[in-house]
């Protein structure tokens, strides 16, 4: 099953991937959490040591970043993932508006069951947060997504994290501690 975030943005008005290529940053915390930090984008966050970053083979031209959580066995098929993706528009993008389409968007599928839609507070932001369930009969795995999002002027962050859904609330509590990490300035 191949996952879709949904982001909703009008390619012409986006800003292309030259501009969201940056040095990358990676110091060890001492609470066993590395920092990720892109200077061009102005984002900083924390993530575990033992998970796996990777700003390469992502697969939509606003995707920054990704990272993984390390497979436990051989019965793990897929690792969880959290994906930062930042869109530019040609002007400033209200919080509201992008999470109605959102939302609407979601709510109209029919592979996706919206679980809970809430504000949210994403670095010092105001921002939004939606957890929903991918449904699709043929796959072997279904699968939860948690997305948060925030605009800043005319930028629009995606914090996207996907599990199987029996991994999900597992690796929850770690998500939430990343997303706690956040820096945007």
């Known amino acids: 099953m ?13 800003m292309g991937q030259k501009e969201f290529q940056s040095s990358i940053s990676n110091t060890t915390t001492k609470s066993g959490f590395l920092t990720y930090e892109n200077p ?23 995707d920054v970043v ?5 497979l436990q066995n051989l019965s793990d098929a897929l690792p969880a ?5 930042v869109t530019r528009y040609s002007q400033n ?7 109605n389409l959102t939302v609407t968007a979601l709510n109209q599928s029919q592979n996706f ?24 009969p043929s796959a072997p795995f279904n699968f939860n ?15 996207s994290f996907n599990a199987e859904a029996s991994k999900f609330s ?9 997303l706690h990490s956040v820096e945007i300035g």
Do not use: R
Request: with cysteine; proline share 6%.
């Open 93 to 99: 993008i209200a919080l509201d508006e992008y999470t």
């Open 170 to 178: 597992k690796n929850l509590p770690t998500i939430q501690q990343i």
């Open 113 to 136: 069951i919206v679980n809970e839609s809430n504000p949210f507070t994403l670095a010092k932001n105001p921002a939004h947060q939606i957890i929903f369930s991918a449904i699709s």
């Open 81 to 85: 993932q959290l994906l930062l993706s």
């Open 145 to 159: 997504i948690m997305q948060v999002w925030t605009t800043i002027g005319d930028k629009l962050y995606i914090l």
């Open 2 to 14: 191949t996952l879709t975030t949904i982001i909703l943005c009008n390619p012409d008005q986006a």
């Open 66 to 70: 990704a990272f993984y959580s390390p």
């Open 40 to 62: 061009s984008l102005g984002i900083k966050m924390q993530y575990p040591s033992n998970w796996t970053m990777s700003g390469s083979g992502l697969q939509s031209y606003n």
